[in-house]
């Protein structure tokens, strides 16, 4: 079977480029806030084109201490999409603020920006967009959106748990916002071998809010001044790994887009349907696809060795930890949940391996 990831295909990698770096941080004894997480966060930070970053263990910890960040306090509400597989929501939970969902575009799968008009009200405290599997959100137009509704002060988190590197007008996701935060799970497009993340800003007070959120609230040592902090640490050994795994990212990235690319080739049939935008605003995290008739489809794919699933099977809206939500109808996000269908991608596919995917795209198109 061709797996939809298989991150053991970097292992010689990791280990070529980092054994040395792992044995200096044992050795050092300095496992924690050393200067392998200092050099991650100052080359990500360029990188991205932030004046901060901030490690911390994952990217849920990041969405909630970036949520914690830019909201006043619980009660006030956080607008965000129901089919970006929950992340924000648990997030905003944690921080007790309410998830209110808009719909998605048909097209893009992301954020329909026009919704936010239904939902946005004094209650907003902020707006999380999730550049969902490896699509830029344009998150210039959702700014000019609030500003024209009066609600310029609404913050921006910029969720990029799926688009490292990806760029929009130039610039990359994670500079676009007021806030941004990362994951680097293992499958992630820029991974560790064990959970990392981080969070992004320009803004100098935001940055100080979250590195005090993430250490226990310390003003100083042991000196403890904003309530609802907690620890929230990246190790060295991840840092190191990720730090040495930076300067793939760009071209692992073009790998994804082209094995995409392939797979469209071998699309002809109009019961399937693909993204037609595969410029540098998408770095294709998940291969998505879309199918009228899921189940055979599926069916068909596994018969031909290939594993398939579902990204995301539940929109946050019918959860059942969260139910019941009153909210308006999301009849694009229910209607294309029916229809996605996630196939292999990732940077380590074979030539032979991408082709034996597209072989079984194009019987299925002539079945
Ligand atoms: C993976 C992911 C997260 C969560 O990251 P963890 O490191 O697993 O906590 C958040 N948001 C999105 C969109 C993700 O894909």
Redesign the pocket.
């Known amino acids: 079977m061709i797996p939809l990831n298989d991150t053991s295909r970097i292992s010689n990698l990791i280990l070529s480029k980092s054994n040395d770096d792992i044995q200096n941080v044992i050795k050092s004894g300095r496992w924690l806030l050393g200067e392998y997480t200092e050099k991650f966060s100052s080359e990500f930070a360029k990188y991205v084109g932030t004046q901060f970053c901030l490690p911390v263990a ?4 990041a ?1 909630e201490i970036a949520l914690r960040v830019v909201c006043n306090g619980s009660n006030g509400e956080v607008i965000t999409v129901a089919n ?2 929950g ?2 929501s648990t997030a905003s939970k944690l921080v007790g603020l309410k998830p209110v969902y808009i719909d998605i575009d048909k097209e893009s799968l992301l954020m329909d920006i026009s919704s936010l008009e239904k939902v946005v009200s004094p209650k907003t405290e902020a707006v999380v967009v ?1 550049h ?1 599997y490896g699509r830029a959100v344009d998150v210039s137009k959702v700014r000019i959106e609030l500003d024209r509704l009066g609600y310029g002060k609404v913050k921006i988190v910029e ?1 990029c ?2 688009a490292h590197g990806a760029k929009i007008n130039g610039k990359r996701v994670g500079s676009l916002g007021d806030i941004a ?1 990362f ?3 293992p499958t ?1 497009n820029l991974g560790a071998v064990g ?3 981080a969070i992004l800003t320009s803004d100098e007070n935001l940055y100080r809010s979250a590195f005090q959120l993430s250490q226990y609230g310390w003003i100083g040592k042991y000196n403890i001044e904003v309530e609802f902090a907690r620890n929230s640490r990246m190790d060295e050994i991840q840092a190191a790994i990720i730090l040495n795994l930076l300067p793939y990212l760009d071209r692992w990235n073009c790998r994804r887009r082209d094995i995409y690319k392939e797979y469209i080739k071998a699309i002809c049939s109009d019961s399937i349907g693909s993204y037609n935008c595969l410029d540098e605003s998408n770095v294709v995290h998940l291969a998505i696809i879309k199918v009228n008739d899921r189940e055979n489809f599926m069916q068909h794919m596994k018969d031909s060795g290939v594993s398939v699933d579902v990204h995301y099977p539940i929109l946050d809206t019918n959860q059942k930890a969260w139910c019941p939500i009153q909210n308006q109808v999301l009849i694009n996000s229910e209607s294309e949940l029916e229809k996605i269908v996630t196939l292999p991608c990732f940077p380590t596919m074979t030539d032979s391996e991408v082709e034996l995917v597209c072989n079984a795209l194009r019987s299925w198109n002539n079945a």
Do not use: C, I, P
């Open positions: 994952n990217g849920t910890d969405l970006a597989g992340y924000t999730t969902l969720d748990a799926q935060t994951s680097f799970y992630k959970d990392a993340g």
